[in-house]
């Protein structure tokens, strides 16, 4: 790897730690307003809203310690690296995300049971509003790192925000209609609403995660962009089981390239250096492992045995 991309990677973990490090705060003084308008209000709505922000702590905590581990450099004993700490943070993350989804299924339930008056709602939408304003905030500057990082904690942990801006409006929505038609109950509608979304976040963010440390294949648009970069070459008579892979951060390809026979084994090598480099201009930092095959010569290929399963 080049002093260029070692710099490069250098600045992108700690972007990514910088962006978590502004979570964690966030999320902390999210949660401490919303405790202080649920028990000021007795709203089950934003009680809600303060469990999701309870959980996006300890979520975007766990996000921290996955980016600082993941940022690590390969070791003897991990040579693909750690870059699937943060899909392990994810899977965490939608654990936390669903809890918080059942706790407020079951307090909407008892205030169903024991209905339960709001009071001065005025505040809480004034209180919701400001969250909003806030975590907008927090969304765009963490767009921002997801774009240049392409980090997978950093987008899970984005991924709760963006919730949140659904249920803070549904919230003040609530509250609103709370107000002036003094239905109580749609106080408990929102929260349930809250909870169900919750829970389709969760299963989509592990979902996500599984994918990830399940080696699921690379998308289409990338493996294509890969056979034509690989085609794109002279030299190439062709390539097959092609395999690819998301260690976290950085791409893995695993390809069988087909050349002249008749080449000499430090020729092969020198045009496969080649194809290697030019991968890895594509996708920087990517791992690239390129085995030669004589073009033409019949064998068993993984394409193949895909293809007949």
């Not at 730690?17 to 209000?41: D, E, N, Q, R, W």
């Not at 936390?96 to 059942?102: E, L, R």
């Not at 034509?228 to 390809?253: A, E, P, Q, T």
Request: hydrophobic content about 50%; glycine content about 4%; charged content about 20%.
């Amino acid at each position: 790897m080049s002093q260029m991309k070692l710099i490069d990677q250098k600045k992108i973990n700690q972007l990514k730690k910088i962006a978590v490090s502004v979570s964690v705060a966030v999320s902390g003084l999210l949660a401490f307003i919303k405790f202080v308008a649920a028990i000021y209000t007795g709203s089950l709505a934003i009680l809600s809203s303060m469990a999701d922000s309870l959980a996006d702590i300890i979520s975007s905590f766990i996000t921290f310690i996955a980016v600082r581990f993941s940022s690590q450099p390969a070791s003897f004993g991990h040579r693909y690296g750690y870059g699937k700490a943060e899909a392990l943070s994810a899977l965490v993350q939608a654990a936390f995300i669903a809890g918080s989804g059942f706790f407020v299924v079951y307090e909407g339930i008892n205030r169903f049971i024991k209905p339960q008056k709001v009071e001065d709602t005025a505040a809480g939408i004034v209180v919701m509003l400001l969250c909003l304003l806030i975590t907008i905030g927090l969304i765009v500057f963490q767009k921002i790192v997801v774009k240049k990082t392409d980090s997978l904690a950093v987008a899970a942990d984005r991924a709760h925000y963006l919730v949140d801006i659904i249920t803070n409006i549904s919230i003040i929505i609530s509250l609103l209609i709370v107000k002036v038609f003094n239905f109580d109950w749609f106080d408990t509608i929102a929260a349930l609403f809250v909870s169900f979304y919750l829970l389709i976040s969760a299963y989509k963010l592990a979902k996500q995660a599984v994918s990830l440390l399940m080696d699921k294949e690379l998308p289409d648009d990338v493996r294509e962009k890969v056979i034509n970069i690989v085609k794109s070459c002279s030299f190439c008579r062709g390539l097959h089981d092609l395999r690819s892979r998301n260690l976290g951060d950085i791409y893995m390809f695993e390809l069988h390239l087909e050349l002249d026979g008749a080449l000499s084994l430090y020729k092969a090598h020198e045009l496969t250096d080649i194809v290697e480099n030019k991968l890895k201009e594509a996708f920087p930092c990517a791992q690239v492992i390129i085995h030669q095959d004589p073009a033409g010569l019949v064998e068993d290929r993984l394409d193949d045995r895909l293809i007949n399963s």
